[in-house]
């Protein structure tokens, strides 16, 4: 079979391998769709080591049931499935209270679990091993829009989902960088919460793609932007603030705007920093808010973004390409041409 694999620094290539065999607690899935990441077009320009070489990427991934190995039951041949991204241990104290995100067999506090694509084979190949814990049906759903919930829907809803108790009427929730998972963000706001919804993005074509789902549509450029954002939220501020970008400039505007007691996450790996202070008469933030960096999102989550998924309630705008265009992809999302979510199909 074909699989499109990481072999250094600055280079990704298809390579011919066998059709791998599920073991134990395994399935063999036959790839449908996998979306293709930044976290992926990052490893490809890393000018170090950034996977072992050899490694399928991929971590986005819908497909059908090929094969089983032993001890598996309940996942009948042809049933249509994606994979949850984090392959934790399942038996930590984390992963049995359903927090399988915050694994702790992972070697190290700043490690968090791996999956496919960053540390097993991914799923930018016709066949992929996954774990049969992994898996989630997801029947009568196009391949190419249930490949990207394992990840760019599945990391906003995580966030969402954790503050819905302070999305109550007359709140408001901004979204800082609207790409993929921000438009995911804006149309999962929109489903499952009465808060009122702020986007705001440097690209005119990033703001128009949620123009018609988005309360107030704001331009990052703008120097005002945080009195604008203020001015939307009723002069208080958002409740949730959910950086997708985490760069330096983004952070100052969440803690410039966040509500008291409202929360501010930051999925976003932007490489940025911001002041916290404790001084008596100021601080960089309003009392009582909590900052919260958030990784990838539990089983049960993505259960339920499936659910929205399949009833028509959350989608965005997608750019497919055949599996020997995949590298096309990788150039059109490094070069910035992709306003949704790009992904590649099987024939």
Not at 169 to 184: E, K, N
Request: hydrophobic content about 40%.
């Amino acid at each position: 079979m074909k699989a499109l694999k990481y072999l250094g620094p600055g280079n990704v290539a298809f390579r011919e391998i066998p059709v791998p065999e599920p073991g134990p607690g395994q399935v063999l899935l036959k790839v449908s769709a996998c979306g293709v990441c930044h976290t992926d077009v990052a490893f490809r320009a890393d000018p170090g080591p950034a996977l072992p070489a050899g490694l399928t990427l991929g971590h986005e991934i819908a497909g059908t049931v090929a094969a089983t190995g032993e001890g598996v039951n309940g996942l009948e041949e042809g049933t249509a499935v994606v994979v949850h991204t984090v392959w934790s241990c399942g038996r930590c104290r984390q992963c049995v209270a359903g927090r399988q995100n915050a694994c702790l067999d992972t070697g190290g506090r700043q490690k968090p679990a791996h999956g496919p694509g960053t540390r097993y084979d991914g799923g930018m190949a016709e066949y992929v091993v996954t774990p049969a814990r992994s898996l989630i049906p997801a029947p009568r759903l196009d391949p190419a829009a249930a490949a990207v919930l394992p990840d760019a829907a599945l990391v906003p809803y995580h966030s969402i989902r954790d503050a819905l108790g302070l999305l109550t009427p007359g709140s408001a929730a901004l979204v800082i960088g609207i790409g993929g998972l921000g438009q995911f963000a804006v149309s999962i706001l929109r489903a499952i919460s009465p808060a009122r919804i702020i986007a705001v993005d440097v690209r005119e074509t990033a703001r128009e793609s949620v123009r018609g789902q988005a309360d107030v549509v704001l331009d990052g450029t703008d120097d005002d932007v945080a009195r604008h954002v203020l001015e939307a939220a009723g002069g208080y501020g958002p409740d949730l603030v959910l950086d997708l970008v985490g760069s330096t400039k983004t952070l100052q505007l969440a803690t410039s705007v966040v509500a008291p007691y409202g929360t501010i996450r930051v999925p976003g790996q932007g490489n940025g920093t911001f002041r916290f202070e404790t001084i008596r008469t100021t601080t960089s933030i309003p009392r009582g808010v909590t900052i919260n960096r958030p990784y990838s999102g539990t089983f049960q989550d993505l259960q339920e973004v499936v659910a929205l998924a399949r009833e028509g309630r959350i989608g965005i705008g997608l750019q497919t390409y055949a599996f020997e265009g995949a590298l096309d992809a990788f150039d059109d999302l490094a070069a910035g041409r992709i306003t949704g979510r790009a992904v590649v199909t099987m024939n």
